[in-house]
């Protein structure tokens, strides 16, 4: 495995369950040096392309689903630096609709920082492009974020990693410059025949504007010549409150849409030969924020995956 790969290798692995906060859905927790299940392998130095197709499902608190899956595409520049994209086409269904299309795009440039024979420093630095702008509708009603396919903001991504043989350590930062165009209330569900009870379970999230958020990671794993576990927490904490409009567009903060959200996290994987292999990831909430205008709240998320080095 090359020492580049802790740089932008494998998304999110998508099949079956979720995070805590559905940092697979903002992706930026499975992006570059922050990404789970990272190998350590000195033996072999290769510059090599790679390619991961992913597939994920996820439960959420209410009754959408989420399926999301993927192409991550990763170029190798030079040997400590890599190129990673990440294509994901996601569909959602649930019991106000069933939506599709093409998620939000996610670009990553890693480098690796310093190298001895017992671990690495890499560094990412990236964004996330939106696909649309988060106001997809049924019938002409607004729909909440758990049902748009894009958050509908650029966002600017970076984080570090040390990892050895056995432990992965790593932090970032995501930060949204812009609000989206998502025009879910409440009141605008008035007359359609819904429930407004079930309605009012969804956060509202007009105009959403939402807060930075930064992750952490801590890994141990578990490596055999073609198996491998890893199993570790990943709490995300938004650090301030995210922003949305009233039916007037005044706009206003929620107290209780800001703080920390955990996952524990497990992985594992089965090596074919030195250029391909599958692995299944799954994720579990432990506990979440109150309020999630974002739509990223997740119960359960798992996601299966394949990749192929050239």
Known sequence: MPRFLPACLLFMMAYSTTFAQGCSDAGFCTMGAMKPDQPFNKKIELKLRSMEISFYRGTTTLTPIVYVATADLNFSLNSKTSFQVKLPYQAVSG?????????????????????????????????????????????????????????????????????????LFATGIQHPFNKNN??????????????????????????????????????????????????????????????????????????????????????TGYNFNVQSGIKLLIGHKIFNRDINPDGLTRELVSTVSYYHRF
């Open 95 to 167: 019991s106000l609709a069933k939506t599709s299309g093409l998620g939000d795009i996610s670009l990553c440039i890693t480098r690796t920082l310093y190298t001895t024979e017992k671990f690495d420093i890499n560094l990412s630095v990236g964004g996330k492009l939106p696909t649309n702008k988060s106001d997809k509708d049924e019938n002409g009603y607004p729909l909440p974020m758990y049902y748009q396919t894009s958050l509908g903001t650029y966002d600017f991504i970076t984080g570090i990693s040390l990892i050895s043989k056995n432990w």
């Open 182 to 267: 998502n025009q879910f209330l409440w009141s605008a569900w008035q007359g359609s025949g819904e429930d407004m009870h079930y309605i009012e379970e969804y956060a509202r999230a007009k105009e959403l504007k939402r807060g930075t958020d930064i992750m952490f990671r801590a890994e141990r794993n578990f490596r055999f010549s073609r198996i491998n576990f890893s199993l570790g927490v990943l709490p995300i904490i938004r650090i301030n409150k995210d922003e949305i409009a009233d039916a007037n567009g005044k706009r206003f903060k929620q107290d209780e849409a800001k703080g920390m959200a955990l996952s524990g996290i497990f992985t």
